[in-house]
């Protein structure tokens, strides 16, 4: 299973500094709940060593030995541990398949060598205080005299139990002392665990709060680079903001911007000029041409201004799709792309009409058209037919049409798609023609934010059979 990995800047250095500050943390935690558990350890085995050493010399000595541990005692730990009275007995308090704890009888045998306590033997088991006999008389015997009542009762009988046995050099009988623990464990972690978190959410925070500052503009400044793309000049430039950095990107871009869009009016203004300088004496032309007597010359002049206005048109419409003016519309694609198969039914051209599927976008009507028409006009000039229909896949509309040609070579076809590239060298108005057609198409995708995709439809046997032409547009 692939765990989901975050995709903004700001998850993925999140997810980092968390990541690091949570194994900081493990360790540190780790290493102080060692420490703390050895401590608590040797506060135990300290416990039983003063109270068998305090047996064999004196409660006086036992007195101060106890004040001097709970005076040094670190206070997380919660009280001192509680004990029992010493046991005499004729064997090792361990049971048969009992397993001893061998890191303690040595720290055991440790403390009692200090003090010159004599011991022959030393046996260090763990128990829960119910499964001790001698511990949970001894406990009945308070709840008897109504030292405790039912409630402690029954939380002291989970307690941990440290039993040490410790056979002294003469072979006489074992003294065995019993030191309880309440729930040692959880006095260690509780406080650790509240710890590690506290510090953890604080520098989260901080974190996130400083990634956010970050983030925020660059964030922005991606939406105005998306918005740019598709409709450059078309909202105000961006305000800069967050750090000196970013403020300085932010400024940078929008210089670089600001010198686009002037750009772009330029070309506007320029080209504009152009179309209106050629149309007019064109329409000078086609005026004069009647005046020419024989019809097959004034056809063919008049064919040839109609090439002409129709790649100045080309021309013109591929300047300004980058730059619409006209808003988008709520449109039925369905409707619109039967309604421009019928118009080509109309005109007796062999255009089928397949599959379609109701959708209803948000697009610009007119440029919509002029794409599809360039495409099944494609399809006509080299494939001799077109078929049209449109379905849906996922959050894309995808408008297909197919061909019968002899499609296209795929070293060729991404560039097809440039301007002024022709499948067939020719001007000549069956199969030649401006080359702008496949272009405008996919800058009239780009501009509703999809894209034109051409592939070669192949037979059983790799054969040829045609050309696809997809054109893709975002739903929603």
Do not use: C
């Not at 119910?130 to 015997?141: H, I």
């Not at 619409?324 to 118009?343: F, G, K």
């Not at 037979?459 to 739903?475: D, K, M, N, Q």
């Amino acid at each position: 299973m692939r765990i989901p990995q975050p995709r903004s800047l700001m998850g993925h250095m999140l997810l980092a500094v968390a990541a690091a500050l949570l194994l900081v943390q493990g360790i540190g935690a780790m290493l102080i709940y060692r420490a703390q558990r050895e401590g608590y350890e040797v506060g135990m085995a300290n416990a039983a060593a003063f109270k068998l050493i305090g047996e064999t010399r004196g409660r006086g000595a036992l007195g101060r030995m106890i004040r001097g541990v709970e005076r040094d005692r670190p206070q997380f730990l919660g009280p001192p541990p509680r004990g029992f009275p010493l046991e005499y007995a004729d064997g090792s308090p361990a049971a048969p398949n009992e397993t001893r704890d061998s890191i303690a009888e040595a720290r055991l045998q440790r403390t009692l060598a200090e003090q010159d306590f004599p011991a022959a033997r030393i046996v260090v088991v763990r128990r829960v205080l119910d499964s001790d006999g001698y511990a949970r008389a001894n406990v009945q015997k308070r709840l008897a005299s109504g030292r405790i009542d039912r409630t402690e009762y029954a939380q002291v009988m989970k307690d941990h139990l440290l039993v040490a046995g410790v056979q002294q050099r003469d072979g006489g009988k074992w003294m065995i002392a019993r030191v309880r623990a309440p729930r040692a464990a959880g006095r260690l972690l509780e406080p650790l665990i509240a710890q590690t978190l506290a510090i953890y959410l604080v520098l989260m925070a901080v974190v996130a709060l400083i990634l956010r500052r970050i983030t925020r503009p660059l964030a922005a400044l991606t939406r105005r680079v998306e918005q740019f793309a598709v409709a450059p000049g078309s909202v105000g430039q961006l305000e800069p903001s967050g750090p000196d950095d970013m403020q300085r990107l932010i400024v940078a871009h929008n210089a670089m911007e600001a010198r686009i869009v002037a750009m772009l009016h330029e070309k506007d203004v320029m080209l504009g000029a152009i179309g209106h300088d050629l149309k007019t004496p064109l329409s000078a032309l086609r005026v004069r041409i009647e005046s020419v007597e024989d019809e097959g010359e004034r056809g063919r002049m008049a064919r040839t201004i109609e090439d002409i206005v129709r790649t100045l048109d080309d021309i013109l419409s591929l300047a300004r799709v980058g730059r619409p003016s006209d808003p988008r519309e709520r449109t039925e694609l369905s409707a619109l792309v039967s309604s421009i198969v019928e118009e080509y039914e109309d005109m007796g051209e062999p255009v089928e009409l397949g599959d379609m599927q109701r959708l209803v976008l948000e697009l610009r009507p007119t440029w919509m058209r002029r794409a599809l028409r360039n495409l099944i006009d494609n399809a006509l000039r080299y494939g001799d037919v077109a078929r049209v229909s449109l379905q849906r896949d996922g959050n894309r509309a995808l408008i297909v049409i197919e061909d019968d040609g002899p499609g296209i070579p795929d070293a060729d076809i991404e560039a097809m798609m440039n301007p002024f590239t022709r499948g067939d060298p020719s001007r000549n108005s069956k199969t030649g023609g401006s080359g702008l057609g496949l272009a405008l198409a996919r800058a009239i995708a780009d501009q509703h934010g999809g894209a034109l995709i051409l592939t070669n439809r192949r037979s059983a046997s790799g054969a040829v059979e045609g050309l696809t032409a997809v054109l893709e547009i975002p739903v929603g």
